[in-house]
């Protein structure tokens, strides 16, 4: 046989084994319904009577159709024309072929007698099987689709037509019904039509959006969505849980959710899917922060502030047996509005739980009726009856705001709390410059009357972080390290990821120490085991100038001592995310004592909606050591910046918004000298 011959005989088998074996393609079809998903614009394939349906009723989907879970651009809203309103749209007539079943989204539907989808025979205009929305309740948004699936199997080689009926004249919310995507043939599965369903579906559908332009490499973020508080940052059973202040559909705070990530170190997370959504009478406003805690019996419980009718703010209790389900109480709350010690009932949040021997405590923040706040002390013996133990601390100092999200962290024996007070401001440069802050205080907690005995007088607090962003802190002592996380962003102002599909990230794990009265900061030292490509600079010494130093990048860190014994009355520090047109500065300024973070000119501009004065500088009052070196820890995460200052004696945290381009690292010394003595750099590489 000639190859000419060989190669025309191959080719005939592969084309007939080709046919063959895609018996799909010969057998099957895709059968779809004429405008099925109203993807038209229009009723084109629809007939209608009565008054309820017009072209009208196909409705464009606006920003929240994904959150709703429409498919496509359009869908139909018998209710577009009046709730009063009622009507038939009947579809053209169609052979049922397939398995028989018809997959449909449907909404609202508060009385599934009166709006429903039917299955007629055309010969006959017999009903032959009727599907509705079987998720309508009050706790689910009533605009919300969900998939169903009406079953006509044994009616399979009929000519049928459907009817998408709207019987119901009441004016009540929900007296009507929503449409979309009409699948025939359909192999999918039913919606649960659970929020918190809802929430993770629209997660794994949507977060391959979510754009990576500013996005961190080793700081935890929401998979899409909104992140604010940290919440519940626990040990159980052999991980990390850290949950968190979410919003899954959009980047901006509404209704709020319990993110949730898991981790072995603290700084690679995996995402562990939404954990709570707002889905009873008693949070349906939302489930704010709180904390979680391993049990007695071995259980994961998460204790929560549940926001209900009138903004009503109780403590809810959640049980997971798997560290990854949890369970709401049907008792729910735990700890009540009756129980809130005078403060206010909109304003009683942010529970923090932990044990101590065999009872459970929690801490709770509070606003008085007039101005100031409150810290109220809750002890129990299985996290669902809990007695008043008494009021911890108040205090006038926070004026029209209160003490949020206390924490409270036992170290050498002294008990230090945290919290995040609102509106304390103060005169001095480097003080209280946000209108929310992070505080410590000093002292010891007597757990019979819940009375806290601060060691530097009563109203005595220091701020944890002198940067920008740095809020809503959780601590917990576990390993022989005692380690603390906040939120790196701040309120009332702009968010330039938003658009990119989310918003917030939780700062760099830091391990907290107490030295002479004051709690000292340091880098996690898991992070030490993602450094890379490390870079030595040592004995640089500039007069009026800067440098570019030998590397760049936007996910690094390092550590450098600047001897400013020299420096006079100058400048020296540090420019990163350098581009000719931008830079983030962090440098010593010795005027003034002070360290400062200057991020004026670091990218996209940050407005503020609060007077929190100079919205993109701030300042951290410290001194050389004898020898005039001043130590400078950077963290740079491609749009953030977290300074460890002296090691650790302050820190600076901030976000900012750099140019892809903006790479550049420079050493700089202003109207003065300065020596960079040594300087070690590493990449961070998590992956």
């Known amino acids: 046989m000639n190859k000419i011959k060989h190669f025309t005989l191959l080719a005939l088998l592969s084309t007939i084994v080709s046919s063959c074996g895609n018996t799909s393609a010969v057998s099957e079809k895709e059968l779809k319904l004429q405008n099925g998903g109203f993807e038209t614009g229009d009723l084109t394939g629809w007939s209608a009577t009565g008054d309820a349906f017009s072209d009208v009723s196909v409705q464009i989907a606006d920003s929240s159709g994904k959150k709703h879970r429409v498919e496509g651009e359009f869908y139909l809203d018998s209710g577009v024309l009046g709730r009063f309103k009622t009507g038939t749209l009947k579809s053209d007539t169609f052979t049922l072929e397939g398995n028989g079943l018809i997959g449909i989204l449907l909404g609202g539907v508060r009385d599934k007698s009166l709006c429903y989808v039917s299955l007629h025979e055309t010969a006959t205009n017999e009903e032959l099987a009727r599907v509705t929305n079987n998720h309508f309740n009050t706790l689910v948004p009533v605009r919300t689709l969900y998939r169903h699936t009406l079953n006509a199997s044994s009616h399979i080689g009929k000519e049928v037509y459907l009817n998408i009926v709207d019987n119901d004249s009441s004016d009540n919310d929900g007296s009507f019904i929503l449409v979309d995507d009409i699948v025939l043939d359909f192999k999918g599965s039913n919606d649960i039509g659970t929020l918190i369903q809802d929430a993770r579906d629209y997660t794994s559908k949507y977060k391959g959006e979510v754009k990576n332009t500013y996005r961190h490499q080793y700081h935890l973020m929401p998979t899409i969505g909104w992140m604010n508080d940290p919440n519940g940052l626990v040990y159980h059973d052999g991980l990390y849980h850290l949950f968190y202040q979410h919003y899954p559909y959009a980047g901006h705070w509404d209704s709020m959710h319990w993110g949730h990530a898991v981790s072995e170190d603290l700084i690679k997370w995996i995402d562990a899917e939404v954990a709570l959504a707002p889905d009873t009478s008693t949070d349906k406003l939302g489930v704010f922060s709180g904390g979680a805690i391993s049990g007695k019996d071995g259980n994961l419980h998460l204790m929560y502030t549940s926001v209900g009718e009138g903004g009503v703010q109780q403590q809810g209790l959640a049980t997971s047996f798997d560290g990854y389900n949890f369970s709401k109480r049907n008792d729910n709350p735990v ?30 923040g509070g606003k008085l009726e007039g101005p100031g706040g409150q810290l109220i002390l809750y002890k129990s013996n299985d996290l669902r009856t809990w007695t008043t133990v008494g009021v911890t601390y108040a205090s006038t100092l926070t004026g029209p705001g209160m003490f949020e999200c206390p924490n409270i962290i036992n170290i050498a024996g002294s008990d230090i709390i945290l919290s995040s007070p609102q509106a304390v401001r103060h005169e001095a440069k480097d003080t209280y410059q946000n209108i929310h802050s992070v505080t410590y205080q000093i002292g010891e907690i007597d757990y019979t009357t819940g009375i806290f005995t601060n060691d530097y007088g009563h109203d005595y607090m220091q701020e944890l ?49 107490l030295v002479d009265g004051h709690l000292y900061q340091a880098p996690l030292k898991a992070i030490t085991n993602y450094y890379t490509n490390e870079v030595v600079v040592s004995e640089k010494t500039l007069v009026n100038t800067s440098e570019s130093l030998p590397f760049a990048g936007k996910v690094l860190t390092f550590k450098a001592n600047i001897d400013v014994s020299e420096l006079g009355n100058g400048r020296a520090g540090f420019e990163v995310f350098k581009s000719p047109n931008e830079a983030t500065r962090i440098y010593y300024d010795a005027s003034e004592e002070m360290v400062v973070f200057d991020r004026r000119n670091s990218g996209l501009k940050l407005t503020s909606a609060d007077d929190d004065g100079e919205l993109n500088v701030r300042y951290a009052k410290v001194s050389p050591n004898s020898d005039g070196i001043i130590t400078l820890e950077l963290f740079l995460d491609v749009s953030s910046v977290e300074v460890f200052i002296n090691d650790g004696y302050y820190t600076m945290s901030g976000v900012v918004y750099p140019s892809t381009d903006s790479t550049n690292i420079t050493f700089f010394s202003e109207e003065g000298t300065a020596t960079l003595k040594s300087l070690v750099k590493h990449d961070i590489e998590v992956k």
């Open 335 to 364: 700890i009540g509005s009756g129980q809130r010690a005078g403060s206010r009932i909109t304003d009683f949040r942010d529970p923090y739980v932990y044990k101590l021997g065999n009872t459970y405590y929690a801490l709770i």
């Open 465 to 513: 972080d002198k940067g920008f962003d740095f809020y809503a802190t959780q601590a917990i002592s576990h390993n022989n390290q005692n380690i603390m996380v906040a939120w790196m962003n701040m309120w009332s102002r702009n968010y330039p990821s938003a658009v990119d599909g989310w918003v917030g990230a939780v700062t760099l794990p830091r391990d907290l120490s």
